[in-house]
């Protein structure tokens, strides 16, 4: 675990966009995501998306959800955290890279997205970065959200709307499961053109716990280690 110090942060109700300074890089790619902990505590670390890395800088977009998230939520400039990781498969190892992919990110499962499009530009065709509330807006100034509120659908039922837009294209795709669900009962032929990426529950990050297991064509896999980005014609999102 390495010392990371809090540089910003920016809260907007239950959402916010957390800063910390590491000592060195931890040269992170898009997909990948850290384990947390703070200082005084016994608690097994939580798994959380890089959203982007600069230098000696990670931030992250956080829900606030349960205790560990509302601890992170009152963390103040200089406070520090433990952190380690990068861990799981980077979203560009395992992508069809012939392709151009729409994101469709719900709420923090965007965070991963967010930094995918940072990164490999030239490889999106179009992003829905998907929240339910307006005013995570004021937290990501810089990109265009897609607020179910504003438009009064959701962006699957956007989608099914505009189905040109799916075609020739492939999916990245990272939220609930009750998101991805969604799409593939609207869309069960995209599931040979998309990537989803998984949210499990998770202990130690790198395999040994066997705590996020998904069952896959090839086998249980661990999401921690074998995703968190899977084919999604290769894993069962009904199990469990
Ligand atoms: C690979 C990965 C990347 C993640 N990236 C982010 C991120 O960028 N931003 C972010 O806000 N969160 C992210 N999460 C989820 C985050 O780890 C949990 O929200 C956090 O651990 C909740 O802890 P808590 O004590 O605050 O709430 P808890 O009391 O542990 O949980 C509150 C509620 O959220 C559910 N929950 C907790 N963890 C998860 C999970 N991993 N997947 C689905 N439901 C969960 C619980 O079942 C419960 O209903 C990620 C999870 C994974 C596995």
């Known amino acids: ?7 910003e942060k920016k809260i907007i109700k239950d959402y916010f966009v957390l800063k910390v300074e590491t000592k060195g890089p931890f040269n992170s790619q898009p997909g990948q995501f850290v384990m947390i902990n703070f200082l005084d505590t016994f608690n097994l670390p939580k798994p959380f998306s890089v959203m982007d890395e600069k230098g000696n800088y990670l931030t992250f977009l956080i ?18 955290l433990l952190i380690r990781g990068p861990y799981g498969i980077p979203i560009r190892n395992k992508i069809d890279l012939t392709k151009k992919y729409i994101l469709l990110g719900g709420g923090c499962g965007s965070a991963p997205l967010i930094y995918f ?17 307006s005013y ?30 799916l075609e020739n294209s492939g999916m990245i795709l990272c939220g609930s499961k009750g998101l991805l669900k969604s799409f593939f009962d609207v869309f069960p032929y995209m599931k040979d053109w998309s990537y989803v990426s998984l949210e499990e529950n998770m202990g130690c990050g790198t395999g040994l716990c066997k705590g ?28 469990k």
């Not at 606030?64 to 963390?75: D, I, Q, R, S, Y």
């Not at 807006?137 to 962006?155: A, E, H, V, Y």
């Open 1 to 7: 675990m390495e010392l990371a110090k809090v540089v």
């Open 63 to 80: 829900k606030n959800v349960g205790p560990f998230t509302e601890k992170l939520a009152t963390l103040k400039y200089g406070d520090f």
């Open 117 to 133: 499009l940072k990164e490999y530009p030239l490889l999106v065709k179009e992003t829905f970065f998907s929240f339910k509330e």
């Open 136 to 165: 995570v807006q004021s937290i990501l100034p810089d990109l265009k959200l897609f607020i179910d509120d504003n438009i009064g659908k959701t962006p699957v039922e956007f989608l099914f709307q505009n189905k040109e837009k």
């Open 212 to 239: 996020c297991p998904v069952q896959t064509v090839e086998g249980v896999k661990m999401v921690c280690k074998d995703g968190p980005i899977f084919k999604a014609n290769e894993v069962n999102l009904e199990w």
